[in-house]
């Protein structure tokens, strides 16, 4: 089981970066390798993405929404893969975001990426690509690029 914890600083309001994290769908914008999430209930997730060259779907659900405090999902008939993320007011413009994700390995190439440190670096991508999102500094669409 592959566990990663990664924090940064985000130039913005609490609100603003919390609520940033709760509209799901927008993920596929600035998360590589993500497609789409759907939400077709309160707690309940759909991703499609494509990892190493795989396709895969899985259900999550939130397991934890606490208003500008933390976001938690888990995937659910699925390998671990599950995320949560604690937002901190530092100043009021300026908030303290920490992921903590585990995630199941499956395939060799995924045991060789996690060697590498490829899993880490790509959360971690994505965490600055939503923190250039928030806070401004790039068009939304253009991490689709990234893929």
Do not use: C
Not at 97 to 111: R, S
Not at 120 to 138: F, H, K, M, P, W
Request: charged letters at 20%; proline letters at 3%; glycine letters at 4%.
């Amino acid at each position: 089981m592959l566990k990663i914890d990664h924090a940064l600083y985000v130039h913005a309001p609490i609100s603003m970066v919390y609520a940033f994290w709760t509209r799901f769908e927008d993920y596929p914008g600035f998360m590589q390798g993500v497609l789409t999430v759907k939400r077709p209930t309160w707690t309940r997730l759909i991703w499609h993405a494509n990892y190493a060259g795989d396709y895969e779907t899985w259900e999550a659900h939130l397991t934890v929404r606490s208003k500008n405090e933390t976001l938690a999902w888990e995937s659910v008939n699925y390998r671990t893969n599950n995320m949560r993320l604690d937002f901190y007011s530092i100043a009021p413009d300026l908030t303290l975001l920490k992921l903590h994700a585990e995630y199941e390995m499956l395939h060799i190439l995924e045991d060789i990426g996690v060697t590498l440190g490829a899993v880490s670096q790509r959360l971690y991508g994505d965490l600055v690509r939503a923190q250039y999102v928030i806070e401004g500094n790039t068009p939304h669409r253009v991490a689709v690029a990234l893929n």
